[in-house]
């Protein structure tokens, strides 16, 4: 399973990003589906995730600002980011989780990694 991130950038305060991640290889079924960012001396955070029912969670933080969505046709997580601000400069990281077949136990995916910087 390969997971490809993009999207990541440098952008003015409040300006806006989409950040995009696909899943694929051998997959037979998705589950949470989500973002978390790593700052500079700080810890991995989770940002936002979306349940293969579309229930979604953010951190407090970036509530009404970003918004995370699915298309599972594609296996594909999308994260939008709307009103950015210095402090959610980070590489941020998609996860996946993933069932390859119908008998196998469910495993956690991560993406390379891509870098926001939000910087006047």
């Known amino acids: 399973v390969q997971l490809q991130a993009s999207g990541g950038g440098l952008v003015h305060p409040g300006g806006s990003l989409r950040l995009s991640c696909a899943a694929s290889?051998?997959?037979?079924?998705?589950?949470?589906m989500g973002w978390y960012r790593q700052a500079p001396g700080n810890l991995r955070e989770l940002v936002a995730g979306i349940t293969p029912y579309d229930s979604v969670n953010y951190l407090d933080s970036v509530k009404g600002r970003f918004t995370i969505s699915r298309v599972n046709a594609n296996n594909t997580v999308y994260l939008r980011m709307d009103n950015l601000k210095p402090e959610d400069t980070a590489v941020y990281y998609c996860?996946?989780?993933?069932?390859?077949?119908?008998?196998?136990?469910?495993?956690?995916?991560w993406g390379q990694g891509t870098q926001v910087t939000v910087s006047s």
């Open positions: 996860t996946v989780e993933v069932q390859k077949t119908p008998d196998d136990s469910w495993g956690d995916y």
């Open positions: 290889g051998s997959i037979f079924s998705i589950g949470v």
